[in-house]
């Protein structure tokens, strides 16, 4: 069973969270060994996000080291072009999420971001020197970061994926779809999903 939690925090981006959640969940009920969560790392009982949903996580992220910590961590964006006071720059200032993206990605989790959940991932140092893509608004802040910049809508560097803007989460959750169960149920989800998949870019 390969776990997947997605880090919610206030200010997230919604699209950014659900719609990669809903990838993971359609493939687990098509047979997929994937169990996705939304999680935040204090365990508080809702989280609101950007455009005001209110939204009841599953539980806290596991630290690296305990026996149902995640394989893959996906962190969201949300925030960070408008230095909201609730998103992924204040996150990013704060550290604790960059600092515990960094942790799991040093026990061994594949970590991956959605739209600027990549600076949040750049903040923690993942992304220096490795190919990487977020929110085009956020690009040059990336590039700066000391990131190789890509043009698609997600990049695959092994045990980092990261995706451009909001709509690419579905593309960056097929992708890990077919990564960890196969292309045949990534296709199938889709097609349910009637959703046209963008270009991954494998280093």
């Given at each position: 069973m390969v776990r997947i939690d997605i880090v919610l925090y206030e200010g997230f981006d919604e699209l950014d969270a659900i719609g990669p959640y809903e990838v993971f969940a359609t493939a687990a009920g098509y047979g997929a060994g994937?169990?996705?969560?939304?999680?935040?790392?204090?365990?508080?009982?809702?989280?609101?996000?950007?455009?005001?949903l209110r939204v009841e996580p599953d539980g806290a992220l596991p630290d690296p080291d305990d026996a149902d910590r995640p394989d893959v961590v996906v962190v969201p964006g949300g925030?960070?072009?408008?230095?909201?006071?609730?998103?992924?720059?204040?996150?990013?200032?704060?550290?604790v999420i960059p600092e515990a993206a960094a942790a799991h990605h040093a026990a061994g989790a594949t970590v991956a971001s959605v739209c600027t959940g990549g600076m949040l991932l750049a903040t923690a140092g993942l992304t220096d020197g490795r190919p990487a893509v977020t929110h085009a608004s956020a690009i040059e802040a990336l590039r700066e970061s000391g990131a190789e910049?890509?043009?698609?809508?997600?990049?695959?560097?092994?045990?980092?994926?990261?995706?451009?803007?909001?709509?690419?989460g579905p593309d960056l959750a097929l992708h890990l779809v077919e990564r960890e169960a196969g292309?045949?149920?990534?296709?199938?989800v889709a097609t349910t999903l009637e959703y046209d998949r963008g270009t991954v870019v494998r280093s």
């Open positions: 994937i169990e996705p969560r939304l999680v935040t790392l204090d365990g508080r009982e809702v989280v609101v996000a950007s455009h005001g925030g960070w072009n408008d230095r909201s006071e609730a998103g992924a720059w204040s996150e990013a200032e704060k550290g910049v890509v043009d698609a809508r997600v990049v695959d560097d092994g045990d980092l994926l990261t995706a451009g803007g909001v709509t690419s292309a045949a149920i990534a296709e199938r």
